[in-house]
Nanobody, 122 residues
Framework: VQLQAFGGGLVQAGGSLRLSCEASERTFSDYAVAWFRQAPGKEREFVASISWNSVSTYYGDSVKDRFTISRDNAKNTAYLQMNSLKPEDTAVYYC????????????????WGQGTLVTVSS
């Protein structure tokens, strides 16, 4: 499965962005999807995950109540709606997928997108 993440950009603090993660294969509908991010000089951080059927979603503590993960299996696409953005949300955001739902364990995901840069200005 090839993943392509897009939708990043420059936004002012308090603004919103929606990231998309598009998969190349229909089997994506059987995969759990997660978003991670990595800021310059920092370790990769878990952002959110969603099970294949959207029943289970999980969020990192720093984005709870501001970000929402969702998916549309008919479109082979997962989304990350980011609201109330803060400068500390600035990072490269990566989507990942795997048949197993690893939630926040990055090493478990076999498939990764190329990343999309989100920059939040103060």
């Amino acid at each position: 499965v090839q993943l392509q993440a897009f939708g990043g950009g420059l936004v002012q603090a308090g603004g919103s962005l929606r990231l998309s993660c598009e998969a190349s294969e229909r089997t994506f509908s059987d995969y759990a999807v997660a978003w991670f991010r990595q800021a310059p000089g920092k370790e990769r951080e878990f952002v959110a995950s969603i099970s294949w059927n959207s029943v289970s979603t999980y969020y990192g503590d720093s984005v709870k109540d501001r970000f929402t993960i969702s998916r549309d299996n008919a479109k082979n696409t997962a989304y990350l709606q980011m609201n109330s953005l803060k400068p500390e949300d600035t990072a490269v955001y990566y989507c990942a997928a795997d048949p197993r739902d690893w939630v926040g364990w990055a090493s478990g995901y076999d498939y990764w997108g190329q990343g999309t840069l989100v920059t939040v200005s103060s």
